[in-house]
């Protein structure tokens, strides 16, 4: 089960954050504060998985954003992985070449699209394309 998903620039400010087990809000800073500094720390040539607490944090690094997920130690590491790919696939078909700049101003969108991928903590919808469709739907809907 997944337990969290943030997306985190180079100076280490949260562009999206979204939890999916109740933390109280010293242990949510607390959480992305220790997980941005074992992931930044981490040198280049080692694995995309690292032991934290009692889950694993699964992360990867697109130009200048780190997409991290805190799963349940005994999920399936490389599942997530492509997940992660998946939602920074739809992301750069949604917007055409995605920059941080977009998550900013278009906040709302990505967290729609994190909600069409994951319910509930866990993964929902595993196709690109569908995803990037219901968002589309949506947008025709405003």
Do not use: A
């Given at each position: 089960m997944l337990h969290f998903f943030y997306l985190?620039?180079?100076l280490g400010r949260i562009r999206v954050?979204?939890?999916y087990v109740p933390y109280d809000e010293n242990e949510k800073r607390e959480l992305e504060a220790q997980a941005l500094r074992l992931?930044?720390?981490?040198?280049?040539?080692?694995t995309h998985f690292i032991e934290f607490r009692n889950m694993k944090l699964i992360f990867r690094r697109y130009a200048g954003l780190f997409f991290i997920v805190g799963v349940d130690s005994?999920?399936?590491e490389l599942a997530y992985l492509e997940v992660i790919h998946l939602f920074v696939e739809a992301l750069d078909e949604y917007?055409?070449?995605v920059c941080e700049l977009d998550l900013v101003y278009w906040f709302y969108?990505?967290?729609a699209m994190l909600d069409e991928i994951f319910l509930g903590?866990?993964?929902q919808e595993t196709s690109r394309r569908v995803v990037v469709d219901r968002i589309r739907e949506?947008?025709?809907q405003e």
């Open positions: 985190i620039n180079r954050g979204k939890y992931i930044t720390k981490r040198p280049k040539d080692q005994n999920d399936n917007f055409g070449n969108k990505v967290y903590g866990e993964i949506l947008d025709e």
